[in-house]
Nanobody, 120 residues
Framework: QVHVVESGGGLVQAGGSLRLSCAAS????????MGWYRQAPGKQRELVAA???????NYTDSVKGRFTISRDNAKNTVYLQMNSLKPEDTAVYYC??????????????WGQGTQVTVSS
C-alpha cells in the first residue's frame, strides 16, 4: 500500500509565493517520476511540472520561469516552489507518483490535493 500526501497550500495575494511538498510512503521499491497537477472548478486537470529520478524536469508553459520543481529521492519527496503567483494559478494541486512497488510493479498514486488560492 502506498500513500501520497501533499501540504503547503493556502491563500496568498497575487505576486506572493508558496512552497508545496509531497511525500510518498509505503511499500515502495522506487519512484520513477513525481509531478504536480492542478485542477480548477469546471476545468480539466493539467500537468504543472514533473521530475524524474535523474532530475529531468518538465513544466507547462504558463508556469515556466515562476515555478520550480525539485526532488529528494532519499525521502521520496517532491517540492513545488511557486513564485509570482497569479489569480489564474488558483486550483487544487495534486501530487502524482509513478511508483515501483516492492512487488516490482509500476502504478500511479495520487494525493488528495491541496488548495491554492491566489487573490487579486
Amino acid at each position: 500500500q502506498v500513500h501520497v500526501v501533499e501540504s503547503g497550500g493556502g491563500l496568498v495575494q497575487a505576486g506572493g509565493s508558496l512552497r508545496l511538498s509531497c511525500a510518498a510512503s509505503g511499500r515502495i521499491f522506487g519512484i520513477n517520476v513525481m509531478g504536480w497537477y492542478r485542477q480548477a472548478p469546471g476545468k480539466q486537470r493539467e500537468l504543472v511540472a514533473a521530475i524524474t529520478t535523474g532530475g529531468s524536469t518538465n513544466y507547462t508553459d504558463s508556469v515556466k520561469g515562476r515555478f520550480t520543481i525539485s526532488r529528494d529521492n532519499a525521502k521520496n519527496t517532491v517540492y513545488l516552489q511557486m513564485n509570482s503567483l497569479k489569480p489564474e494559478d488558483t486550483a487544487v494541486y495534486y501530487c502524482k507518483s509513478v511508483v515501483v512497488t516492492t512487488t516490482r510493479l509500476e502504478y500511479d498514486y495520487w494525493g488528495q490535493g491541496t488548495q491554492v488560492t491566489v487573490s487579486s
